[in-house]
């Protein structure tokens, strides 16, 4: 057993079953032994999954493209032309900032002098890899943990832009790996109950939560919250007994921080994600779960802690009710080959100003849009503030 497996066993022990939520934030993100933690590199080839930053810097390149469109226009519109800010959250290694910092200071130089990239990254060992891949733009990049820590640390900035965030905050596959809370449904009672972990012979293994250790006991809870725009289908009658789905309060409550930040400019978001209606479908009825381990999939996420990915789809629905509860407009929601197609588009009316489409371009941009590949898995929702 692993020094991870340990841990989360000698927890159950002491405490009982624990909440899904509490072993995939174990699972993936305790210091050390946590699944983004780990020294070696879990991404592309040689790791368990590919992103569209380990595709090339193609993806990388397209963002910065459509950022300096939006910075520009915010620049236009601002008093004194300001400083604008990018703000990524969940850089992972900072393979992303470094494509899409590359690609300004060649061919937006002057946007690029004026800008801030900020990284909200929680993790000393993340920061620490993060900043050996920026090294070359250690003048242009700031770390904070948080949204909180970062708030406090602009308020060292100049005083022309310690009044919100103006720029671009956005996020690349970040909101899936929150830790979920797992629920399903109790046809005969008509009412959702708790997954959580327990021991068995001393392995891992779904136990349904005791009422009154499960977060659904506080009817106010946000978990209890985040499935009251379910009720119309509970209702009816018609979800099969044992129908699980996954609610992400985290997720929502990051999106709502970020938006209440953002005081003008887009909040950017592309991830693995479905609408509400989607999360309910007939065929779902396991929920969205899964894990990669060695570019496999698994539906059994309690096996090898700390060894393999676990994510679950994002609820879209709640993500865009979040920013506008705060006040933004949402611009879009769309499928990643979709976003990227229309900004390649655009591209290709500016050549001169993005750079030559080379073959390799052109295959990064198939593999990056093909619905066989990552063009419809991903979705991307963009909201904005404007004064």
Request: include cysteine.
């Amino acid at each position: 057993m692993g020094q991870l497996s340990q841990k989360i066993t000698a927890e159950v022990r002491n405490q009982g079953a624990i909440p899904f939520a509490r072993f995939m934030e174990l699972a993936l993100y305790c210091p050390v032994y946590g699944y983004y933690e780990k020294e070696g590199d879990t991404v592309g080839r040689g790791g368990d999954f590919y992103t569209s930053v380990s595709v090339g810097s193609l993806f990388g390149e397209l963002l910065a493209f459509q950022f300096a469109e939006w910075l520009e226009e915010s620049q236009s519109c601002a008093p004194n032309r300001e400083p604008v800010l990018i703000t990524e959250a969940g850089a992972h290694r900072g393979e992303l900032a470094k494509d899409i910092l590359h690609w300004l200071r060649e061919w937006r130089p002057a946007l690029f002098e004026s800008t801030k990239y900020w990284i909200l990254e929680p993790s000393p060992q993340r920061q620490q890899w993060q900043r050996s891949t920026l090294s070359e733009f250690a003048s242009y990049v700031r770390w904070a943990k948080n949204h909180d820590a970062w708030a406090e640390a602009r308020t060292k900035e100049p005083p022309s832009i310690t009044s919100g965030i103006a720029g671009v905050i956005f996020s690349n596959e970040l909101l899936d790996a929150f830790p979920v809370h797992r629920l399903g449904w109790d046809a005969g009672d008509r009412t959702w109950f708790e997954w959580g972990v327990g021991l068995s012979r001393d392995q891992f293994v779904w136990v349904r939560l005791p009422a009154e250790h499960s977060v659904l006991r506080e009817p106010h809870s946000a978990v209890s919250s985040a499935l009251r725009p379910f009720e119309g289908i509970t209702q009816s009658g018609v979800l099969p007994d044992g129908f699980t789905v996954e609610v992400c309060p985290a997720a929502t409550a990051w999106w709502a921080r970020s938006a209440n930040l953002l005081a003008r400019g887009k909040l950017l978001t592309i991830d693995y994600g479905f609408r509400e209606d989607e999360l309910l479908a007939p065929g779902r009825n396991q929920g969205t779960l899964r894990t990669y381990y060695r570019h496999q999939q698994s539906d059994n996420p309690l096996e090898h802690p700390g060894q393999q990915d676990i994510t679950a789809h994002v609820n879209f629905t709640a993500i865009q009710a979040a920013g506008e509860g705060v006040g933004l407009q949402t611009d879009g929601f769309s499928t990643q080959a979709q976003f990227l197609t229309s900004v390649a588009a655009r591209t290709w009316e500016r050549k001169s100003s993005f750079g030559k489409w080379t073959p390799a371009r052109r295959k990064q941009l198939l593999t990056l849009t093909h619905p066989d590949h990552l063009g419809r898995a991903f979705r991307v929702l963009i909201q904005s503030r404007t004064p």
